[in-house]
Nanobody
């Protein structure tokens, strides 16, 4: 599967953005999908993930209640709706896919084997 993320931009604190990740290639429904982010000078960190059918989701604590991950398997897309954005949410956001042999949602960077190019989100104070 190949991934292409989009939707980043500049937004004021308190605003919203919606990121989208389009997948192509092998069957999208075979993959657990996730969003990660990497701020300048920091390691890449888990943001949110969704199971193959979207029935199970997971979030890092700092975005719970503000971000929502969703997927549309008919359109081969996964989205991240980000509300109440804070300056500390500023980062490059990446979508990622786990291999088709995995069913479990994971928060670990090294357990995702396909990555899209990132999209930059900048939140001004």
């Amino acid at each position: 599967v190949q991934l292409q993320a989009s939707g980043g931009g500049l937004v004021q604190a308190g605003g919203s953005l919606r990121l989208s990740c389009a997948a192509s290639g092998r069957t999208f429904t075979d993959n657990v999908m996730a969003w990660f982010r990497q701020a300048p000078g920091k390691e890449r960190e888990f943001v949110a993930a969704t199971s193959r059918n979207g029935g199970t989701t997971g979030y890092t604590d700092s975005v719970k209640g503000r971000f929502t991950i969703s997927r549309d398997n008919a359109k081969n897309t996964v989205a991240l709706q980000m509300n109440s954005l804070k300056p500390e949410d500023t980062a490059v956001y990446y979508c990622a896919a786990r291999g088709p042999q995995y069913f479990i949602v994971s928060r670990r960077v090294n357990e995702y084997d396909v990555w899209g190019r990132g999209t930059l989100v900048t939140v001004s104070s």
